[in-house]
């Protein structure tokens, strides 16, 4: 059974930091593309960054810069290093995996940045 269970969220003040971690279990970590998505209050679920099973990463416009997403094999964990936060970036965040055999979510961590 695979599972995601994110962490690191909380409320930062605008300019902060935070690492969310994302640990995976019941799946072949390295098959699988990773990313980080997050859900704005009254908005759509949206990419925030991915990294591929090569280590390719893409990431939105609007975190450029700001966020890096990297992967551990050895602890089957994926992280998110957010910097020079915004109060538009407070949003619920999820971990994402995929591959061929289908998809799968995270059940979300908070992240609140304040003005």
């Avoid at 602890?75 to 109060?87: E, I």
């Avoid at 055999?101 to 961590?109: A, E, I, K, S």
Wanted: charged share 15%; hydrophobic share 30%; proline share 3%.
């Amino acid at each position: 059974q695979v599972q995601l269970v994110e962490s690191g969220g909380g409320l930062v003040q605008a300019g902060g930091s935070l690492r969310l971690s994302c640990a995976a279990s019941g799946m072949i970590f390295s098959s699988y593309t990773m990313g980080w998505y997050r859900q704005p209050p009254g908005n759509q679920r949206e990419l925030v960054a991915r990294i591929t099973t090569g280590g390719s990463r893409n990431y939105a416009d609007s975190v450029k810069g700001r966020f890096t997403i990297s992967r551990d094999i050895a602890t089957n964990t994926v992280y998110l290093q957010m910097g020079s936060l915004k109060p538009d970036d407070t949003a619920v965040y999820y971990c994402h995996a995929e591959n061929w055999r289908g998809d799968y979510w995270g059940q979300g961590t908070q992240v609140t940045v304040s003005s």
